[in-house]
């Protein structure tokens, strides 16, 4: 099984030394990977993946924020500068 796009994401934000992204996995359930905000609750999710209880259960307090393919086809570069555009406009939001 291939990479999913997100692992790429996550080594290009650490390797900036960016640690307002978690990866969070369950390769159990089908495959299972999210990106998570770290001080937002956002949950970043592939349109394309399959939906899974882990969302509904594990993080209800988040806003769920699904990507499309083009998104996601655009290169972890164009994916994290978005990823990090809408975690600071929710930063900027929660503030007032």
């Given at each position: 099984m291939a990479d999913h796009p997100f692992h790429a994401v996550m080594a290009l934000a650490e390797a900036r030394g960016i640690d307002r992204?978690?990866?969070?996995?369950?390769?159990?359930?089908?495959g299972y990977t999210r990106l998570i905000s770290?001080?937002?609750?956002?949950?970043?999710?592939?349109?394309?993946?399959?939906?899974?209880?882990?969302?509904?259960i594990g993080f209800s307090h988040h806003?769920?924020?699904d990507l499309t393919p083009e998104q996601i086809a655009q290169g972890p570069e164009a994916l994290l500068a978005d990823l990090l555009g809408r975690i600071a406009a929710a930063e900027q939001e929660a503030q007032g």
């Open positions: 992204l978690k990866l969070v996995e369950h390769p159990e359930q089908d770290q001080g937002t609750d956002l949950l970043f999710k592939a349109k394309a993946d399959p939906g899974s209880n882990i969302d509904r806003e769920r924020i």
